[in-house]
């Protein structure tokens, strides 16, 4: 059971991914963002009221979520506009080292664990493959030191996030209540941004207007529906099984991402990027399997 729930967190984060950045090549990267996580929102705020989940409120479940919540838009923002701008083939295996990086070293610190050698092995594999992804050492054009940056920041911001997420409640409730708080927030800081960008001059909607996003309506709450399903496979995976095994399968979603990119978008990537791509991913495994 832990393998078929850890399998299909894989499935929903490389589709959600995929389709985030699919979307953020034609709608702005802050409207995907607000949309799709205020999609997500409305479904959880049901969950929540219907599971009773407002009796798990606490300081540290609220302080939790909270930040998560500021973190989230930061990190996904940078995620879709570096998905717009590069190849998915590479975007998504770098963005996801901070998933397993991130939560590794706030054991570390609060914690008092240490990682073993082969978490050492796979942290240089990892920064050997997000070097050769950036096209460093081969022929032809690499990609954009920006797209690679961007990548960088949203695997941070998106280890930081599970972080917090998974201490705020050690409770199924718990859990939910916090990615409601988690996506309220993201909303009500993404939406912030939005506003003020509009107001600055920068439009909200792309040159169809609202129609543009109307249609598109149903991508994008498949984008923050298939977010959240993700977490909760995951929490299922990591509750009826070993969860070193849970990280290891549910951190392979960027090869779902790089396969639907091939597949539909018909993506090419250079050998060199093509191997640090790979060199990403397998750093990725080998840290969450130390």
């Known amino acids: 059971m832990t393998a078929v729930f850890a399998l299909a ?9 995929f389709g985030g950045g699919l979307l953020s090549k034609r709608l702005r990267e802050l409207t995907v963002v607000v949309v799709s996580q205020g999609a997500a929102c409305a479904v959880l705020a049901v969950v929540v009221l219907a599971t009773g989940a ?3 409120l606490d300081a540290r479940l609220l302080w939790c979520a909270v930040a998560a919540g500021a973190i989230g838009p930061t990190a996904m923002l940078c995620f879709y506009r570096a998905l717009a701008i590069g190849p998915m083939g590479v975007v998504s295996p770098v963005a996801t080292l901070g998933s397993v990086a991130v939560p590794v070293a706030v054991g570390m610190v609060l914690h008092g664990e240490r990682p073993g050698p082969v978490q050492a092995i796979g942290t240089l594999i990892a920064v050997a493959g997000v070097v050769l992804a950036g096209g460093v050492g081969g022929g032809g054009a690499p990609v954009q030191q920006r797209t690679i940056l961007l990548a960088l920041v949203a695997a941070f911001g998106f280890g930081a996030t599970m972080s917090l997420v998974a201490e705020a409640s050690p409770t199924v409730t ?3 209540l916090t990615l409601f708080v988690q996506r309220f927030v993201n909303v009500a800081v993404g939406g912030g941004v939005l506003y003020a960008s509009v107001r600055k001059g920068t439009p909200a909607l792309p040159e169809n207007g609202i129609r543009a996003v109307w249609t598109s309506l149903p991508a994008l709450a498949f984008v923050g ?3 959240v399903a993700a977490n909760g496979t995951y929490a299922v995976a990591a509750r009826h099984g070993p969860v070193t095994v849970a990280a290891v399968l549910a951190s392979l979603y960027p090869v779902v991402t790089a396969l639907a990119a091939r597949g539909v978008l018909q993506e090419r990537l250079r050998a060199a990027q093509t191997a640090g791509a790979g060199l990403a991913l397998l750093g990725t495994v080998l840290l969450a399997s130390g």
């Open 9 to 17: 967190t894989s499935l929903l984060l490389g589709l959600a991914d």
């Open 54 to 56: 407002w009796s798990e």
């Open 225 to 227: 529906l298939a977010d």
């Open 174 to 176: 718990g859990l939910f």
